[in-house]
C-alpha cells in the first residue's frame, strides 16, 4: 500500500481550527488573570463555552486519528526524534482533553454554573467543594504553562521540518507541496 503524501483534510481543518482556538484561549487565559470587573466576566463568558468545543473538538479529533492512516515521518530522522514526535502529540492530546475537564471539574467544585449561552448551561461534573476548587484552579494552571509550553515546541519543531530539515512534515499539515530528493528522477 503506497504511503499517503498528506493528511486528509479533515484532519487538517481539525488541526488548524483547534490551533487557532487554543491560541485564543491561552491568550484570553493571560489576559483573564490580569483582568478586573467588568472585562474579567466579558473573558470568562468566552473562556467557557470556547473550552468545551476545544474538548469536544480534541475528542472527535482524537478519534478521528486513531481511524485514520497518517504519513509516516520522513525515514531520516532520527530514533530520538521520532520518539519526541509522538510523545509530543500524546500529550497535546492529553492537555487538549485534561485542560477543559479541570477547568469544568474546578467550576463545578466552585458551584459556578459552565454557561455556554444564555440558557444552557452544562450540569457540574463535581460536587461542590471549596477545597478541591482550589486544588483544581492551581492544577488548571500548570496545565495551561504545560499547553503553552507544548505549543511553542510544537512551533518549533514545525519550523525545524519546514525551514532547516525542508523535508516534507510541514507540507503534510498543510497541503503544500512536498519537497523532492535530488535524485528523484520526479523532480
Known sequence: MRPIEHFPLFARILH????????V?????IIMVS?????????IDLHRPLGICILLLAVVRLVNRLLMRIPPLPE???P???????????VLYALMIAMPLVGWGMLSAEAYPVVMWSDFALPPILPHDPTLFAILRGLHTWLALTLFGAVLVHLAA????????????LPSMTGGRRHRAVDDPAS
Not at 35 to 43: F, G, I, K, S, W
Not at 158 to 169: E, N, S
Request: aromatic share 6%.
Open 16 to 23: 488548524w481550527l483547534m490551533a487557532a482556538m487554543i491560541l
Open 25 to 29: 484561549m491561552l491568550f484570553i487565559g
Open 35 to 43: 483582568t478586573v470587573e467588568p472585562a474579567y466576566h466579558r473573558l
Open 76 to 78: 531520516t530522522l532520527p
Open 80 to 90: 530520538a526524534l521520532r520518539l519526541a514526535a509522538r510523545t509530543s502529540h500524546i
Open 158 to 169: 514545525a519550523l525545524m521540518h519546514g525551514l532547516l530539515l525542508r523535508d516534507d512534515v
